[in-house]
């Protein structure tokens, strides 16, 4: 019986041991399951969900782990606050309407000067303008101290000043890519009002010194409704108000100097207002007129003096020369200006141009005289061999020049002249008289007739090569001291 109940006992134990077993294996995949179903929520928690009838999507809401700036800008509903209560002010008048004058400071800061026309006298610049006012209307409250920065939609809600171009032929505003204007307002309600603009005005030129002139420009700024008794227009800084670029330059002209002005405009159906002046001086370069209208001027003058030098006889070489340089001439005249303005009164270049040109056509009018008097001259040798009966059987050769000084001793002694070379003239001009024919009256008459005084044409060319040179450099010198 003992026995027995020991192995009774023995599987006993043992199926209790394979109960526990189970039990273990269960919870664990009891926990697996719990797990699995854990993650499950988890990750469909953080799929965002859809409205079935509107389709939005639902946004989660952001941690308070994680702390958000308030939206200042945000209005919400039921409560219409604005940041600087536009809507609670008539910006159409000014600030302080009724009270004294607001003052508005303005600086500008010049980005290029892009053209300089003479023909249509005026200039294109691009600058950057600023306006500073204060306006208490667009004070605002702020922790920081901190100002706001707008863009250009914000400008035609409020009060601007009206500032215009005086003189302005052309303006924009830059509007790539979007409109160039910016709108910072301050705590205390100051305003900084800053855009961008290229300005075509007028400048009102005087070329009585071109090309050796000096330019002054003014662009002007002034309020177009405002009087100064609503709007005192100043510069913020002086002449510190007024910023160049360093890289600004021209292709003609040298710019000098840049400086600011102010003073009051006045028109007799309005009053008086405040206008401002940009001014600054520009400096013609010389170089470009020297090479393109100086230098060829002065060259045609100087071809037209080798006429001087060729024979007066050679008048196929002469001739041509001449009528081509005072055709160089105007067709240079005609070029300097046709790039100019027309004006009443005289420039430098044309005084410079004309002179020119008057050399160079006196060389053509001395040439005409020269060949006028060699073509009268010999007219009255033919004549005068025509009358003298000892040369009318001679043959046509070279002739002795007499200069009328002799007595007429000595030219009765001239029957004996013979030439150095040997050679026996062909023909000589001399005036025959005979002793017993001095007292006869009629015979006195012929011999004046038959005198002739032959003029030495050579001369003209060589008193030409002296004169018209040292005239040519005395005018020079008078002119580039007068005008440089």
Request: glycine share 4%; hydrophobic share 40%; aromatic share 14%.
């Amino acid at each position: 019986m003992v026995k027995l109940g020991g192995i009774y006992s023995a599987t006993g134990y043992w199926k209790a041991a394979f109960c526990l077993t189970d039990v273990h294996k269960m919870l664990y995949f009891t926990r697996l399951i719990l797990f699995l179903f854990c993650l499950m929520v988890l990750v469909e928690s953080r799929k965002p969900k859809r409205k079935r009838w509107t389709g939005q999507v639902e946004t989660p809401k952001p941690s308070h782990l994680y702390k958000k700036n308030l939206d200042v800008t945000k209005i919400h509903k039921g409560k219409p606050q604005q940041l600087l209560r536009v809507d609670e002010h008539d910006f159409s008048m000014r600030p302080a309407f009724g009270g004294p004058a607001i003052p508005v400071g303005v600086d500008v800061q010049v980005e290029s000067l892009d053209s300089i026309s003479e023909v249509d006298m005026d200039f294109t610049m691009t600058l950057y303008l600023r306006h500073y006012w204060k306006d208490e209307r667009l004070a605002f409250s702020s922790a920081s101290n901190k100002s706001m920065t707008f863009d250009g939609r914000l400008v035609k809600k409020i009060w601007v000043p009206d500032v215009f171009f005086v003189h302005s032929k052309r303006s924009f505003t830059h509007d790539t890519t979007t409109d160039n204007i910016m709108l910072r307002v301050f705590p205390d309600g100051h305003v900084l009002y800053s855009m961008r603009i290229t300005v075509t005005a007028m400048c009102n030129m005087d070329f009585s010194h071109f090309p050796l002139d000096s330019q002054t420009c003014s662009l002007e700024l002034e309020s177009y409704a405002y009087t100064d008794e609503d709007l005192m227009l100043y510069w913020k800084n002086g002449d510190e108000s007024l910023k160049t670029d360093e890289k600004i330059s021209l292709s003609q002209f040298l710019i000098q100097k840049f400086h600011t002005t102010s003073r009051l405009a006045f028109y007799s159906s309005t009053g008086w207002y405040n206008r401002l002046y940009i001014n600054f001086t520009l400096r013609r370069h010389i170089f470009f007129f020297l090479l393109q209208t100086y230098f060829p001027a002065t060259l045609m003058v100087m071809l037209s003096w080798v006429s001087f030098w060729i024979d007066r006889r050679a008048v196929p070489a002469r001739v041509p020369l001449g009528i081509t340089t005072v055709l160089t001439m105007s067709t240079i005249i005609t070029g300097v200006n046709a790039s100019m303005p027309r004006v009443s009164y005289i420039k430098a270049v044309d005084i410079y141009l004309w002179v020119s040109f008057v050399f160079v056509f006196l060389s053509v009018l001395e040439y005409a005289a020269v060949n006028y008097l060699t073509t009268v001259q010999e007219r009255k040798e033919q004549k005068l061999r025509e009358k003298l009966p000892c040369t009318s059987g001679l043959p046509p050769a070279r002739t002795v020049m007499l200069d009328g000084t002799y007595s007429d001793g000595e030219v009765n002694d001239l029957d004996s002249y013979m030439p150095e070379n040997g050679e026996k003239p062909d023909r000589m001009m001399v005036q025959l008289t005979l002793a017993s024919e001095r007292s006869s009256p009629q015979r006195k008459s012929q011999r004046s007739s038959y005198v002739s005084m032959r003029i030495d044409t050579h001369a003209i060319d060589k008193y030409s090569r002296i004169i018209f040179p040292a005239a040519y450099i005395l005018f020079n010198l008078i002119y580039w001291s007068i005008f440089s």
